[in-house]
T-cell receptor, first 114, second 113 residues
Framework: DAGVTQSPTHLIKTRGQHVTLRCSPI?????VSWYQQVLGQGPQFIFQ???????GRGNFPDRFSARQFPNYSSELNVNALLLGDSALYLCASSLEATSNSPLHFGNGTRLTVT | AQSVTQPDIHITVSEGASLELRCNYS??????LFWYVQSPGQGLQLLLKYFSGDTLVQGIKGFEAEFKRSQSSFNLRKPSVHWSDAAEYFCAVANQAGTALIFGKGTTLSVSS
């Protein structure tokens, strides 16, 4: 079975630009979460979506937004990019949006902002 | 607020030696705890989880972890380390709302021959 797939794998953007990252969950998984991992740190929670609705949001500015589609895939959008947005962006899917439904992570999108 | 502390930034272990990675959490109720492993350039793979019941949990790749409520700890162990275990290890606790995992900063494991 295919795992969580993310695209693109690498991306280079300039400050002030906009970026869209994409994620396809494991088949049958209804929940998708997004995490930001800065070099040398643990992942930080950005969003959780379940059945197309936002269920949770981390401490990130409004420049970050996301959505989930009827097929449960998801997009993460970041506007007005800053140098500090350079990071590995991880998508994770789970069967349900509950604590006891373990997260399965994709390999991430490496975003570099210059 | 919930938090996770991994006191060791980097650990080096000889191949075949035993391993223990430390994790301390801050959480008011019974926590849901996880250990993940991340190889370079890869996403995170779930090693094991603790929800309730037996405090010693077994995971994949020969790893185990013990939940100790009195010490607010969830340390990861492996009796004999293999070179392929070299990676970054993250401990995490589920937040109270059940919407997210809170991760520690990670411990980098190096394996020497």
């Amino acid at each position: 079975d295919a795992g969580v797939t993310q695209s693109p794998t690498h991306l280079i953007k300039t400050r002030g630009q906009h970026v869209t990252l994409r994620c396809s969950p494991i088949s049958g998984h209804k929940s998708v979460s997004w995490y930001q991992q800065v070099l040398g740190q643990g992942p930080q929670f950005i969003f959780q979506y379940y059945e197309k609705e936002e269920r949770g949001r981390g401490n990130f500015p409004d420049r970050f937004s996301a959505r989930q589609f009827p097929n449960y895939s998801s997009e993460l959008n970041v506007n007005a990019l800053l140098l500090g947005d350079s990071a590995l962006y991880l998508c994770a899917s789970s069967l349900e949006a509950t604590s006891n439904s373990p997260l399965h992570f994709g390999n991430g999108t490496r975003l570099t902002v210059t | 607020a919930q938090s996770v502390t991994q006191p060791d930034i980097h650990i080096t272990v000889s191949e075949g030696a035993s391993l223990e990675l430390r994790c301390n959490y801050s959480y008011g109720a019974t926590p849901y705890l996880f250990w993940y492993v991340q190889s370079p350039g890869q996403g995170l793979q779930l090693l094991l989880k603790y929800f309730s019941g037996d405090t010693l949990v077994q995971g994949i790749k020969g790893f185990e972890a013990e939940f100790k409520r009195s010490q607010s700890s969830f340390n990861l162990r492996k009796p004999s380390v293999h070179w392929s275990d070299a990676a970054e290890y993250f401990c995490a606790v589920a937040n109270q709302a059940g919407t997210a995992l809170i991760f520690g900063k990670g411990t980098t494991l190096s394996v020497s021959s």
